[in-house]
């Protein structure tokens, strides 16, 4: 298909319900960036972001931090420009 896109990277918040995901990504020599908690298993990940990948705003707050700086790197905001999106828009109650 045309439309189909190979990933170049995987992004997962928690390594033990996405682990099918992490598996296929293995297979495929796709990079792997997990959430991990304490209780997490670390096997098969490339890279290991330390956070509390169960609470809800906690998990926001760490998509709020990557995409400010995913468009600060890509120019999309200057170093001293807050993101048009709010952490709220992030998280929720």
Known sequence: ?????????IFVCDPWPDKNAVDDA??????????????????KLDLVVPSNNKGKKSVGLVF???AREY????????SDEEMPASIEDFTEE
């Open 1 to 9: 298909l045309s439309t189909f896109i190979e990933p170049r990277i």
């Open 26 to 43: 293995n297979k495929a020599r796709i990079p792997v960036i997990a959430l991990c908690d304490t209780n997490n298993q670390s096997n």
């Open 64 to 66: 709020y931090l990557i």
């Open 71 to 78: 468009m600060r790197k890509k120019a999309m905001l200057r």
